[in-house]
């Protein structure tokens, strides 16, 4: 099985390339990745689910927004996901079901503080058979 | 990354110049401070390519300029300048940075180095206790809604006016520690909550509190001015930002100018530079903003400076104002601001962005504090955990050359996945323990990405400023204690 995805290293901060056999399962390993990232993912079980839907000029900036909006969902909301069903996806919009739990210090280790997901060196496309993603997150 | 291979003229020691003709669409050269040694290592990260490419933004006037501390960002080098006219230039968020108004603000005191070496312990874990710091660290002040429009309006005052300092601390700040234009109405639903609960803190990363030690004082009149005026006096460091609000505006405004781009026709060599002319809606939106956000971050450093004060005031048993306490300066490193400068004999008002770069203007400049008009204003540079930090003050030379700007900080060497792997959070604390530097940070683990072999040596970036003449060294700083989040 090829791998959901890797994260790199960007000078002063931190990168993710995402993988999927198809657009959707791209979009829900580069939020795996990301939330890899924050925290031990194992560690976050399904307590409760989000129903989010994203809007964006295109893809690419789909794919920077969607992050975003996990991102901004943990800081303000303090909540950790670690399964994404991708409902629907267009070029420039997301439904998706998110879930997971609330942020348990007692539970859950926080690696690090992901602040927003970047266009810098964003590349999103058609990678042999299935789709890959590059982007670079603010830490 | 590939070396990078493009042209570079030398002008002296210390001025490098990338020619306009480097790249089609560049409108104007770049100039980077550095030493011969320096440049080796910008060239293996490539960084002068994004030099490059902040000269093709619309309205650029003289260069497109890199302070030694450089290191490779978002479309926009970190330690980049760029002065774009107001009339037909642009305004590029990702010539701010996420962390608008990140900063640092410097408080002296009477205490010597033997009186707090033996209570240092104990002052490390007050201040830990009393200024929140840490991933996702909640403020002591709960901010509503209308409060949250207050502080974005009126910046360090806001905190003033509730009893966190003194009016004296904003004659020291930069912009009085409020910058005009701040428009709430430009500021977005989720920005307002990811600011609200974080005000007032310290965050994570290479945000920091450090209890310093003075070592050496290169100009005692300047020095004396600024109440530095013994080695072993005792200093405090503070550097923070507007945390998740200022990423948030970022994140919305640079969304905005997605858009911008194709709208006004700019063409662009990385999608990370979006921008859109300072006179559109889009570009005084952005302004407006920002302007909230640079404001926060002021807060946030009134804040923890009142909290320092207080700690300082438990551990030894004396007021504030006992202990000396008094504030350097604060001075901003993220920021981009409407100012009026002299370029071939003319004056014109430029948007002279500051990513990772200092203001530094001189003596008798109008913006210059009453308290330093003669010297020049105060320019704090940090230093990494282990090494050193400086103050200098601002120069002539930097007005005419470079927009009244200098370098901010050590700049990174290594990425942090490199820092990782290279050290472990435990051996760090233990090398620092070693140097007689006490540390307590939230989490231990990610201590070595801030190690002190990740980062330049500030030492080799001061100096460059410093015989460039765009600042000029007043005193130098080691650390005793640091609190990391």
């Avoid at chain 2, 004060?309 to 409407?338: C, T, W």
Wanted: hydrophobic share 40%; charged share 25%.
């Amino acid at each position: 099985m090829k791998k959901a995805f890797e994260i790199i290293d960007h000078a002063s901060d931190v990168g993710i390339i995402a993988y999927g056999t198809d657009a959707e399962e791209l979009f829900s390993n580069a939020a795996l990745a990301l939330f890899s990232l924050i925290t031990e993912p194992e560690s976050v079980e399904e307590k409760l689910h989000l129903d989010l839907e994203v809007s964006s000029e295109d893809r690419d900036s789909l794919l920077v927004e969607w992050l975003n909006e996990l991102i901004y969902l943990f800081d303000v909301k303090h909540i950790l996901f670690n399964r994404f069903d991708i409902e629907n996806l267009t070029h420039n919009e997301l439904k998706a079901t998110c879930y997971g739990e609330g942020f348990d210090p007692m539970k859950h280790k926080i690696k690090i503080g992901v602040k927003a997901a970047t266009y810098h060196m964003l590349k999103l496309g058609k990678d042999g058979g299935g789709y890959k993603a590059q982007i670079i997150l603010d830490i | 990354m590939a070396r990078w291979q493009g042209q570079l003229v030398k002008i002296d020691d210390y001025r490098w110049e990338i020619p306009q003709n480097y790249k089609t669409g560049m409108r104007v050269p770049g100039l980077i401070y550095a030493s011969k040694e320096m440049l080796e290592s910008m060239c293996e990260e490539q960084t002068p390519e994004q030099v490059a490419n902040v000269a093709f933004l619309p309205g650029i006037v003289g260069y497109s300029f890199a302070m030694p501390d450089i290191h490779w960002g978002y479309g926009f080098p970190i330690g980049g300048v760029a002065a774009m006219d107001i009339k037909d230039g642009v305004v590029s968020p990702g010539g701010v940075g996420y962390d608008i108004n990140c900063g640092v603000r410097l408080l002296r005191t009477s205490l010597s180095e033997a009186e707090v070496r033996p209570r240092i312990n104990e002052l490390i874990n007050e201040l830990f206790l009393n200024v929140p710091s840490g991933l996702g660290s909640e403020g002591k002040i709960k901010v509503s809604q209308k409060e949250m429009n207050q502080l974005m309006v009126e910046g360090a005052r806001w905190a003033v006016k509730r009893g966190l300092g003194s009016e004296e601390d904003l004659d020291v700040t930069e912009e009085g520690g409020c910058l005009g234009g701040a428009d709430p109405g430009k500021i977005s639903d989720k920005a307002a909550k990811r600011g609200m609960p974080q005000a007032g803190t310290l965050g994570s990363g290479n945000h920091f509190l450090e209890i310093q030690v003075v070592k050496e004082i290169f100009d005692p009149h300047i020095a004396s001015i600024m109440g530095i005026t013994e080695i072993g006096q005792i200093l405090v460091l503070i550097h923070t930002g507007s945390r998740g609000f200022g990423h948030q505006v970022c994140t919305d405004h640079l969304r905005v100018m997605e858009g911008a781009v194709s709208k006004y026709g700019i063409k662009l060599p990385d999608r990370q530079l979006a921008c859109a002319p300072i006179a559109s809606s889009e570009g005084q939106d952005y302004l407006g903003a920002m302007a909230c956000a640079a404001n926060y971050a002021w807060v946030n450093r009134q804040c923890i400076a009142h909290w320092v004060r207080e700690s300082f005031s438990k551990v030894f048993g004396k007021s504030p104002e006992k202990l000396g306490m008094k504030q350097v300066y604060d001075v901003a490193h993220n920021i981009a601001k409407i100012e009026e400068h002299t370029i071939d004999g003319h004056k014109l008002k430029v948007c002279v962005h500051r990513k990772g770069a200092t203001r530094a203007f001189p003596a008798g400049h109008k913006d210059t504090p009453r308290r330093y008009k003669e010297v020049g204003q105060p320019v704090l540079v940090p230093g990494d955990m282990g090494r050193c930090s400086f103050v200098a003050v601002g120069t002539q030379k930097a007005m005419s050359e470079s927009f009244g700007s200098t370098c901010h900080g050590a700049g990174r060497v290594l990425s942090r996945g490199a820092a990782r792997r290279s050290m472990k959070g435990g051996d760090v604390v233990r090398e620092l323990e070693h140097k007689g530097i006490t540390i307590k940070a939230g989490n231990i683990s990610s201590l070595a990405e801030e190690a002190s072999q990740a980062y330049k040596d500030i030492t080799e970036v001061i100096d460059v400023v410093h015989q460039a003449g765009i600042s000029r060294k007043v005193a130098m700083a080691i650390p005793m204690g640091v609190i990391k989040g």
